[in-house]
């Protein structure tokens, strides 16, 4: 059941869900090109769509017309200092971005919210989603992981494998495991760097281990073109820049990704996958 926290518009209808968070008018647009390609995957689990005060009526409306709940979340009883500490301009002081940019519409302590999904104890198992990010294939075998599964932040090097990106995950939700993430995570003089991902990481600390391909981050690209491979590739995350961003600074670079964005943002044009060239210098 959820609590007064969560404001459901309809009734779960299956065991398992995809679910995203959208914090404002940008995430509603990537949301819309995210439930888009989840719903070409002919999944049955139901696709989820949490959002804060953040976002308009009108802005997810057209979420809703593709057939995703909409979960009105509200954001997590954190303390003043703690909100103070997470907020935009003094995290990104005190824990610089340094490999890439992010827009400004990025709001941190907004990515807490995510952990609201542990309420949802409508569901057996949710596979949580960024809504920076588009499913290329159906990744439904991903119910039958484990709590916590992730995928490893490799976006530069093989070094990255030590560290979980929290843009897909796979989790068990548990009213009594957000009680107690709730406690852990507002701890006297706590900073979570990266926010939830930081979080996240340590609260599962044997966290098992997704393959890359359930989380491509889009620098792997360029940075290590070796890895890419549109045949395995299931979740593709547009980390740092967005694709719809129009001073994307790492758009030239970016340009296939961009465009196959914006095929899936549109509904038209969208290609088949597998018939996409990988990238250049791909040995």
């Known amino acids: 059941m959820t609590g007064e926290s969560l404001r459901e518009d309809a009734p779960a209808a299956h065991r398992f869900a995809y679910v995203t968070l959208v914090t404002n008018a940008d995430y509603a647009g990537g949301a819309l090109a995210l439930v888009r390609s989840i719903r070409l995957t002919g999944t049955q689990a139901d696709i989820v769509v949490l959002h804060t005060g953040g976002v308009s009526a009108d802005d997810l409306a057209p979420i809703s017309a593709l ?17 103070d500490r997470h907020a935009r301009a003094k995290l990104h002081a005190d824990a610089p971005f340094t490999k890439g940019r992010k827009p400004g519409f990025h709001t941190p302590l907004d990515n807490f919210v995510k952990l ?17 990010a588009l499913v290329l294939r159906n990744i439904d075998r991903l119910f039958a992981y484990p709590e916590f599964s992730a995928a490893p932040n490799v976006y530069e090097t093989v070094a990255d494998f030590h560290r979980l990106n929290s843009g897909v995950f796979v989790a068990r939700p548990s009213d009594e495991t957000f009680a107690d993430m709730i406690e852990k995570l507002d701890s006297p003089d706590a900073f979570w760097r990266r926010t939830d991902q930081t979080f996240l990481q340590y609260y599962f600390g044997e966290w098992h281990g997704l393959p890359v391909f359930y989380n491509m981050l889009q620098y792997v690209w360029f940075n290590l073109p070796e890895l890419w491979d549109w045949k395995s590739i299931g ?49």
Request: proline share 7%; hydrophobic share 40%; aromatic share 12%.
């Open 67 to 83: 057939g995703a709940r909409l979960v009105a979340a509200d954001l997590l009883p954190t303390s003043d200092a703690f909100n």
């Open 116 to 132: 609201r999904l542990w309420q949802m104890t409508q569901y057996e198992r949710c596979v949580f989603i960024d809504a920076d």
């Open 235 to 283: 979740v593709l995350h547009y980390q740092y820049e967005k694709p719809w961003e129009k001073d994307n600074p790492k758009a030239e670079r970016l340009t296939p990704l961009i465009d196959l964005w914006n095929a899936y943002y549109s509904g038209e044009n969208i290609p088949d996958i597998a018939s996409l060239a990988n990238p250049a210098g791909q040995r």
